[in-house]
């Protein structure tokens, strides 16, 4: 089955055809580094990470680029209110200089590759911070100004979306979708129009031929995308929060300075991450980060192995009692795929006669074809731990062949090591759980916590873990 792909631009599924045979170029919408990312937050990542899984499981070499926006974005997607990286130099007492924004920053430009790494999602080819890219941003403006496609207010410049006819056919030309999302600004030609160069006062924003200021969110992913993929490239991901207005405008801007259609082959965009009925943000009780889930001895790989049980383009409802339950069921997978045997002889062999049952591969490469449908993929993944019919080493070996798209960590799983006295300790707290000694077994606990490993009960006994 070839691969298929929904594009939000057709609003179907398509087959994916890149530009270039064997060259894909993917660019992922990256974070604002103003603070930590939320668990909601991560889920573009862990999805364009399955992308690019996917289309290397396909014999497609690809070209990744994340960026980073350490500058110049709005706390909405219109063009008014307060900028994000200002709000959190304020939230954290530093500076409000170009000096404080680059140390907050770089601060959670490496909290976030933590949280990628955490999560097992490859490092992409490109990792362009927008704030490396002023000239590229004063030149891309510069173009759509020589081309009639700009105006300039007294806070300003704006690209005049009145100027390209088929601007918001990302949203089928639904234009109270991204409209509904724009502050009002009596300067405007009309509410559509949207910021390309924001001026600024003070110490804070960079010389430009309209003044001191800013560039645009939207032109900042349009100028990183061109330089490193191409003036057209084949995907382009982001939540579907970034469809009427982020994308929308990243479109109408970077054809009309081009004059190539499309700018993007194929989008794709998938569903929020929601916590009791509403989008996970990053105000009030439902911020939550990776190191939430890490401080109740949850792995971030039961995270993301919670996320590919559901469809990239399905809603779903965060709760701990879930994502327990998923954390459990992994370290039973990663119990019996140990119990498999020797991984020596089969790792860094592809393709189906690596010793990878062809039948169950087939079925698997059938689900992930079908627009990523992670889903059926792991469903495939647990009917395969449970097939008695299928030997351990064939096993061992078509589970490391679909760990190559889940992502799941397998390949470098370790049987745990367990000190002498860790060991004994974990005996003597046997027999104080059998004797009913809860206050000796707490103890007990703690020492062996004190020796850097955690304890955790359950219905097959004690689980031992070792703490980072």
């Given amino acids: 089955m070839a691969l298929e792909l929904y594009n939000t631009l057709g609003r179907k599924k398509e087959i994916f055809e890149p530009i270039n045979k064997d060259l894909v170029g993917m660019y992922n919408c990256g974070p604002t580094v103003y603070n930590y990312a939320h668990i909601g937050n991560l889920r573009p990542y862990v999805f364009a990470d399955v992308l690019r899984r996917a289309l290397e499981w396909n014999g497609y070499k690809v070209e990744q680029v994340i960026n980073i926006t350490d500058i110049g974005h709005l706390v909405s997607d219109g063009d008014l209110g307060e900028d994000k990286m200002t709000k959190g ?55 759509l100004e020589k081309k009639g496609f700009t105006y300039t207010t007294s806070d300003g410049v704006y690209f005049d979306t009145e100027r390209l006819p088929d601007y918001g056919k990302l949203t089928g030309h639904k234009q109270e979708d991204g409209e509904s999302r724009l502050a009002p600004n009596s300067e405007k030609k009309n509410v559509r129009d949207f910021a ?9 924003g960079y010389p430009s031929p309209w003044g001191q200021g800013f560039p645009g969110w939207h032109i900042e992913c349009s100028a990183m995308s061109m330089k490193y993929l191409g003036e057209q490239f084949d995907i382009h991901t982001g939540g579907i929060e970034h469809i009427p207005v982020h994308h929308t405008n990243e479109i109408a801007q970077s054809e009309a300075a081009t004059g190539k259609i499309p700018f993007a082959r194929y989008w794709l965009h ?25 401080e109740k001895n949850i792995s971030p790989l039961a995270y993301r192995l919670w996320l590919l049980m559901a469809h ?13 339950g998923v954390a459990t069921a992994l370290s039973k997978l990663q119990e019996q795929f140990l119990s498999l045997g020797s991984r020596s002889d089969l790792l860094g062999v592809r393709g189906p006669t690596s010793g990878a049952d062809t039948t ?7 689900f992930i074809n079908d627009d990523l449908d992670t889903s059926r993929a792991v469903a495939s993944l647990f009917e395969l731990m449970k097939d008695e019919n299928i030997s351990a080493e064939t096993k061992r070996a078509t589970i490391l ?18 000190p002498s ?19 000796k077994s707490d103890s007990l606990r703690q020492e062996i916590e004190n020796l850097g490993y955690l304890v955790k009960d359950t219905a097959d006994g004690q689980k031992l873990t070792k703490i980072k």
């Fill in 89 to 143: 130099l304020i939230r954290e007492g530093k500076p409000l200089s170009m000096e404080g924004m680059k140390e907050l920053a770089d601060f959670y430009t490496e909290k976030f590759v933590e949280d990628l790494d955490a999560l097992n999602i490859k490092r992409p080819n490109h990792l362009p911070k927008a704030s490396e890219h002023i000239r590229r941003d004063i030149e891309l403006v510069e173009t």
């Fill in 196 to 204: 390309l160069w924001k001026f600024s006062t003070g110490e804070m």
């Fill in 270 to 294: 998938n569903e929020w991450v929601n916590m009791e009925g509403g989008k996970m943000a990053k105000s009030g009780e439902n911020f939550l980060t990776l190191s939430f889930i890490t």
């Fill in 312 to 324: 990239y383009r399905s809603p779903v409802s965060f709760n701990w009692e879930a994502l327990e």
């Fill in 360 to 366: 169950y591969i087939e079925k698997f490469t059938n």
């Fill in 401 to 418: 062949k679909m760990d190559e798209v889940l992502g799941l960590g397998f390949a470098d799983l370790k049987e745990l090591e367990i």
């Fill in 421 to 439: 006295t860790v060991a004994d300790l974990i005996k003597a707290r046997d027999q104080a759980r059998a004797e009913k000694d809860f206050a």
